[in-house]
């Protein structure tokens, strides 16, 4: 007896499952450490008035912010997106500023033309079914 098998696959089958705040694993990480790296920012003035605790202290609240926070904005701004969206941007925006190869993306815009259309001269012609009707009224 043969075994029953799918006659078609989920599109949603291979996806990342969503984890948090409607993040995928990976950016759920990408924006925890984006978040701990600006949180040092402030972690390292404060450690002078309060100590070296304030370090990591000011590191975990950044990234829960930008977590709870960012997770709701990333949300909005992927609504019907591909799945790569964010990942294209991020490369796309370092590639505007340097930091990418630009020879992966369209960096530059501007306006091309073929010239073809002076050489093209527009007759006045009448619509197809006006023609047709002249004929018949001709015959």
Do not use: D
């Given at each position: 007896?043969?075994?029953?098998?799918?006659?078609?696959?989920?599109?949603?089958?291979?996806?990342?499952?969503?984890?948090?705040?409607?993040?995928?694993?990976?950016?759920?990480?990408?924006?925890?450490?984006?978040?701990?790296?600006?949180?040092?920012?402030?972690?390292?003035?404060?450690?002078?008035?309060?100590?070296?605790?304030?370090?990591?202290?000011?590191?975990?609240?950044?990234?829960?912010?930008?977590?709870?926070?960012?997770?709701?904005?990333?949300?909005?701004?992927?609504?019907?997106?591909?799945?790569?969206w964010?990942?294209?941007?991020?490369?796309?925006?370092?590639?505007?500023?340097?930091f990418?190869s630009?020879?992966?993306?369209?960096?530059?815009?501007?306006?091309?033309?073929?010239?073809?259309?002076?050489?093209?001269?527009?007759?006045?012609?009448?619509?197809?079914?006006?023609?047709?009707?002249?004929?018949?009224?001709?015959?």
């Open positions: 007896m043969p075994t029953p098998t799918i006659a078609f696959l989920p599109s949603r089958l291979n996806q990342a499952p969503v984890v948090f705040r409607g993040m995928t694993g990976r950016e759920v990480a990408l924006a925890a450490g984006t978040g701990f790296a600006m949180g040092l920012i402030p972690g390292t003035v404060a450690a002078f008035a309060f100590g070296i605790a304030m370090v990591p202290t000011c590191g975990a609240l950044g990234a829960g912010a930008v977590v709870w926070f960012g997770g709701g904005v990333l949300r909005r701004l992927r609504r019907g997106r591909p799945e790569t964010l990942y294209r941007r991020i490369a796309w925006s370092l590639a505007l500023r340097g990418a630009r020879h992966r993306f369209i960096t530059q815009s501007a306006i091309y033309g073929t010239r073809r259309y002076a050489a093209v001269r527009f007759k006045h012609r009448t619509h197809p079914t006006q023609s047709t009707q002249k004929n018949r009224k001709g015959v």
